[in-house]
Nanobody, 122 residues
Framework: QVQLVESGGGLVQAGGSLRLSCAAS????????MAWFRQAPGKDREFVAA????????DYADSVKGRFTISRDNAKNTVYLQMNSLKPEDTAVYSC???????????????WGQGTEVTVSS
């Protein structure tokens, strides 16, 4: 089992940047594929980005491709989401997720953090 704690959210102006972090408990972090999801007010949760357990493969939603970068540091049990060129439509609660497995895929995550709020003002 793994526990996830996100940080780094906040208020930023459009065009700005934020870096989110997700710290994982446990000694087997490198066994887990990781992802970021987000949920805007009144909307369903949506996939943002995923990374393989080794960090050698990533996947992004079309809406963030070229602006967001997912990365991980297995020595620090942490996954990151660097968000650049932020837009008001990026406003949401961002959550990280984990599941055992190798690949960077968009579905079937078993463990979830509480989320960190990102607000982008126009």
């Amino acid at each position: 089992q793994v526990q996830l704690v996100e940080s780094g959210g906040g208020l930023v102006q459009a065009g700005g940047s934020l870096r989110l972090s997700c710290a994982a408990s446990g000694r087997t972090f490198s066994s887990y594929r990781m992802a970021w999801f987000r949920q805007a007010p009144g909307k369903d949760r949506e996939f943002v980005a995923a990374i393989s357990r080794r960090g050698d493969s990533t996947d992004y939603a079309d809406s963030v491709k070229g602006r967001f970068t997912i990365s991980r540091d297995n020595a620090k049990n942490t996954v990151y989401l660097q968000m650049n060129s932020l837009k008001p439509e990026d406003t949401a609660v961002y959550s990280c997720a984990a599941a055992e497995g190798a690949l960077a895929i968009r579905k079937k995550y078993d463990y979830w953090g509480q989320g960190t709020e990102v607000t982008v003002s126009s």
